[in-house]
């Protein structure tokens, strides 16, 4: 069983920078891909990056050249570096974990492990 926790959420202004984490606990090999997703009011879910069992990230367009996903394995926690934030990032920001394959773009919503989310707001 895994367990995630989100945090770092909060409200910035357009352009500045936030960094969101997300602590994983549980069955290790469960948690070997980790992803970030993010859901606006009103709007489906929508998948930001997956960060892969070889260290790899893949980004959606949307974000991409903007956030970044690190890692920290010793302490298995997973980071969403929010860049030149916008409005439209305004979200509740989930991440996601599971055993590979390590899903990305509309398969990510594949991830079996979730955790409750972190709200994120920018204002212009």
């Known amino acids: 069983q895994v367990q995630l926790v989100e945090s770092g959420g909060g409200s910035v202004q357009a352009g500045g920078s936030l960094r969101l984490a997300c602590a994983a606990s549980?069955?290790?090999?469960?948690?070997?891909?980790m992803a970030w997703f993010r859901q606006a009011p009103g709007k489906e879910r929508e998948w930001v990056g997956t960060?892969?069992?070889?260290?790899?990230?893949t980004f959606a367009d949307s974000v991409k050249g903007r956030f970044n996903i690190s890692r920290d394995n010793e302490k298995k926690i997973l980071y969403l570096l929010i860049n030149s934030s916008r409005p439209e990032d305004t979200a509740m920001y989930y991440c996601?974990?599971?055993?590979?394959?390590?899903?990305?773009?509309?398969?990510?919503?594949?991830?079996?492990?979730w955790g409750q989310g972190t709200q994120v707001t920018v204002s212009s």
């Open positions: 996601a974990a599971d055993a590979p394959p390590c899903y990305t773009d509309y398969a990510a919503t594949l991830f079996g492990n």
């Open positions: 960060f892969d069992s070889d260290g790899s990230i």
């Open positions: 549980g069955d290790t090999y469960s948690t070997t891909c």
